[in-house]
């Protein structure tokens, strides 16, 4: 099965996006921050992230542009989601941001089938 | 307290309205986008009756989180009236919030004491504004502890003032965040970049109802979390007897 990395500080829904992941027939790590993403991806490089732009410490932006700076990981699917809308998918591409989801909007499915897109 | 007492009170000028309520509207958004999903998973045909147990108390704790967060933008516009100051005892009022908010806490597997201290001196504040930013301080604060690194409360005699301060274990701030808080209030979706889930107008407002009191707000930097803190004037009963 392919490993999905969920970075969310919120624990909940945190929870939440791993039933989910995990519904569609995917394994799934996690990360509460930028920081032990780095860690976790460092040891095992993910076949997709999924992760809130919002995190605890270094924002996802931050983390975003990381990833684009080592040759192992800026090819490695990212969907990112936000509380509301007003990100757009073009300015995030650059960063290996391959689907936007809105919190505000989004419902489990489109969590799966954003997983399995970006693997198509 | 911690290794370095950078201690930074704040003096600085007040947020205007469209700015306070374009800054809350979007702070609202996390948790009830969070209230959002939670309640898909309660929907879910596959959710089990313990999980459903679990994900009842979480509506519940979220909701209150909500409310809180309305509540501080309450109190941002009830300042105009008179406020009434009283004699408090300063441990019964961290007694009290850390009553109501250690269950969010707890079912996030973190922890929150008190800092004991007996015969604490009294001091002359509101009892709910000062309940009010205390309750903020901890929201702000739960991102930024653990099991193994609570966030403590703690009230200490600092000359002819009582401060209450709330520690954590997060990232550090900086000496200006009170001011930038208010300057980027509305117009930066995380006025704080080193704490992005930091409530910018919960700070704000702390700040108001705290200078409605005669009180102030400030922080204290260590090397490894920051105290955002409340003083207030001791009171004078006893000396009057």
């Known amino acids: 099965m392919k490993e999905v990395l969920i970075i969310e500080s919120d624990t909940w829904l945190g929870d939440h996006f791993e039933n989910i992941v995990q519904s569609g027939e995917f394994t799934v790590s996690r990360a509460a921050n930028s920081y032990s993403a780095m860690d976790m991806i460092t040891d095992k490089v993910p076949a997709v992230i999924l992760m809130n732009l919002k995190l605890s410490s270094v924002n996802g932006i931050g983390l975003l542009h990381e990833l684009q700076t080592y040759s192992d990981t800026a090819g490695v699917p990212i969907i990112v989601y936000a509380d509301e809308e007003g990100i757009e998918l073009e300015t995030l591409e650059p960063y290996g941001v391959k689907r936007v989801l809105i919190g505000a909007t989004m419902k489990p499915a489109d969590v799966v089938a954003a997983v399995r897109g970006v693997l198509a | ?241």
Not at chain 2, 67 to 77: E, G, N, S
């Open chain 2, 1 to 241: 307290m911690g290794n370095r007492d950078l201690s930074e009170g704040y003096d600085g000028h007040l947020f205007n309205d469209a700015s306070l309520q374009s800054a809350l509207a979007h702070e609202i958004t996390s948790p009830t986008v969070l209230l959002r999903q939670l309640s898909l998973m309660v929907a879910d045909k596959n959710t089990t009756p313990d999980k459903m147990d679990t994900l009842s108390r979480q509506l519940t704790l979220t909701s209150d989180k909500i409310l809180r967060m309305l509540k501080t933008f309450q109190y941002a516009y009830d300042t105009q009236q008179e406020i009434k100051l009283e004699t408090i005892n300063p441990m019964n009022v961290c007694v009290d919030v850390v009553r109501e908010i250690k269950p969010l806490f707890m079912a996030q597997g973190k922890k929150l004491e008190i800092k004991p201290r007996q015969h604490s001196p009294l001091l002359v504040a509101n009892y709910m504004y000062l309940k009010q930013i205390l309750a903020t301080y901890l929201d702000n604060a739960l991102p930024y502890c653990s099991a193994e690194d609570p966030v403590y409360v703690s009230v200490d005699v600092i000359g002819e003032k009582i401060r209450i301060g709330v520690r954590d274990h997060g990232p550090s701030v900086t000496i200006n965040v009170w001011d930038e808080v208010v300057d980027r209030l509305g117009k930066a979706a995380s006025p704080v970049a080193s704490r992005p889930h930091l409530s910018s107008v919960g700070l704000a407002v702390s700040h108001k109802l705290a200078s409605a009191m005669g009180c102030d707000v400030g922080h204290v930097r260590h090397s490894d979390g920051v105290t955002f803190y409340v003083e207030a004037n001791l009171s004078r009963q006893m000396s009057l007897v």
